[in-house]
């Protein structure tokens, strides 16, 4: 029977990974740990480590589980910034969950906007204080604003429907545009300077890390808000709050955050938050933050344990492997391999 060790194990996903593995065909043990070079060891024995966004699967963890013989790293999400593919190509192989629920992703990223536009938030805490004034309370209608959509994937495009149907006008942005798909494609910079609303939903890579930055917010609209459900360091935290106080930045609404490893995902309430950025942003009526929970819906946990108990079974008892990520494949558009086969 093969073994994985499980790594940020939350309530929700062992509930989940259990129900999935009914049958018993893993032996899962989980760790509430997240997977680091000071918690590696624990993978001592495993066939497969399964990780998180906020694990650390860097270089020198790479060479420590392959020293142990750990065959397969499985992520259950779909970002994989948080893995070294290029130490791991050809070592040790990497499968991941390409989507789980994209709904709940795109629905999210709505939520966050009409929160923040129509001022529920305020409405929620006020009304529950038998404070019934509508001051301060003022939204504005989202028909006919323009929203720049940064990313026109799974998620992107869902999200692009959505706002079809609140009859906002919609441009885009991607490096790869798709053919014939009838989206309004602009430059970057078009995005930020026609744009009302820019809602990301693009990995997070090398190139555009920090694409929200001091220029790039000098290009924006007095007023925008940015929605950010994708990968925190996409933004730099510090010039988001410059923009907010210097009130070119009208809103921001983030689900992840650049340094959110630290505090994303436990219950900090009586601790003291030592990121000051975090806490400035928290502290301000116009940003709304939640912890990286724009995923999280009965149907995205039943799939994302469904296709990573599935990807594990694939890898060990055929030559395919569908949901395999590696290097070569995203670095020169191809492996050796045939694409659904085993990259190496
Ligand atoms: P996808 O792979 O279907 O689409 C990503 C799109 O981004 C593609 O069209 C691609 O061409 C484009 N892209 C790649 N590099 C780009 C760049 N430098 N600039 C602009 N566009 C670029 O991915 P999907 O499923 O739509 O997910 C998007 C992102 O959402 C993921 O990478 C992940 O970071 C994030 N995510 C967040 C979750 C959450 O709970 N907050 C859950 C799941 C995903």
């Known amino acids: 029977m093969k073994k994985i060790v499980f790594f940020d194990a939350k309530d929700y996903d062992i509930q989940s990974f259990d129900k999935a593995n009914e049958g018993g065909e893993y032996e899962i043990k989980y760790?509430?740990?997240?997977?680091?070079?000071?918690?590696?060891?624990?993978?001592?024995?495993?066939?497969?480590?399964?990780?998180?966004?906020?694990?650390?699967?860097?270089?020198?963890?790479?060479?420590?589980?392959?020293?142990?013989?750990?065959?397969?790293?499985?992520?259950?999400?779909?970002?994989?910034?948080?893995?070294?593919?290029?130490r791991a190509y050809g070592r040790i192989n990497v499968?991941?969950?390409?989507?789980?629920?994209?709904?709940?992703?795109a629905e999210h990223a709505m939520a966050l906007l009409?929160?923040?536009?129509?001022?529920?938030?305020?409405?929620?805490?006020?009304?529950?204080?038998?404070?019934?004034?509508?001051?301060?309370?003022?939204?504005?209608?989202?028909?006919?604003?323009?929203?720049?959509?940064?990313?026109?994937?799974?998620?992107?495009?869902?999200?692009?429907?959505?706002?079809?149907?609140?009859?906002?006008?919609?441009?885009?942005?991607?490096?790869?545009?798709?053919?014939?798909?009838?989206?309004?494609?602009?430059?970057?910079?078009?995005?930020?300077?026609k744009s009302d609303i820019i809602s990301f939903h693009c990995p997070l890579t090398d190139e555009n890390h920090h694409m929200v930055n001091g220029d790039?917010?000098?290009k924006m609209k007095k007023g925008v808000i940015l929605i950010n459900t994708s990968r925190g360091a996409l933004i730099d935290a510090d010039a988001l709050v410059?923009?907010?106080?210097?009130?070119?930045?009208?809103?921001?609404?983030l689900d992840v955050y650049e340094e959110e490893s630290d505090v994303f995902?436990?219950?900090?309430?009586?601790?003291?938050?030592?990121?000051?950025?975090?806490?400035?942003?928290?502290?301000?009526?116009n940003v709304i933050v939640t912890s990286h929970q724009a995923f999280l819906t009965e149907e995205a946990l039943s799939n994302i344990a469904e296709t990573t108990l599935n990807n594990i079974k694939q890898f060990f008892e055929t030559d395919r492997c569908d949901n395999e990520i590696c290097y070569k494949c995203q670095k020169f558009g191809g492996c050796p391999k045939k694409h659904q086969n085993k990259c190496f």
């Open 95 to 105: 499968v991941r969950v390409p989507a789980y629920s994209p709904y709940a992703v």
């Open 114 to 193: 009409l929160t923040s536009v129509r001022r529920i938030h305020k409405a929620y805490n006020r009304t529950r204080d038998y404070n019934f004034s509508l001051s301060g309370l003022t939204g504005f209608d989202l028909h006919g604003k323009t929203v720049g959509v940064i990313g026109t994937g799974k998620i992107g495009r869902i999200f692009i429907d959505i706002c079809k149907g609140f009859g906002m006008n919609i441009i885009c942005y991607d490096k790869f545009p798709q053919e014939n798909s009838g989206l309004n494609y602009v430059s970057l910079d078009e995005i930020w300077e």
């Open 31 to 86: 760790y509430e740990t997240r997977l680091s070079m000071d918690t590696v060891s624990l993978a001592k024995g495993a066939d497969v480590v399964c990780v998180f966004v906020n694990d650390d699967v860097g270089a020198d963890v790479i060479d420590a589980l392959c020293k142990m013989g750990v065959k397969l790293i499985a992520l259950r999400c779909a970002g994989y910034n948080n893995v070294d593919i290029e």
């Open 242 to 253: 410059n923009g907010i106080k210097e009130r070119k930045i009208g809103a921001a609404c």
């Open 216 to 218: 790039s917010i000098a």
């Open 265 to 285: 995902f436990h219950d900090r309430s009586g601790h003291i938050i030592d990121d000051d950025t975090l806490a400035r942003l928290i502290s301000m009526p």
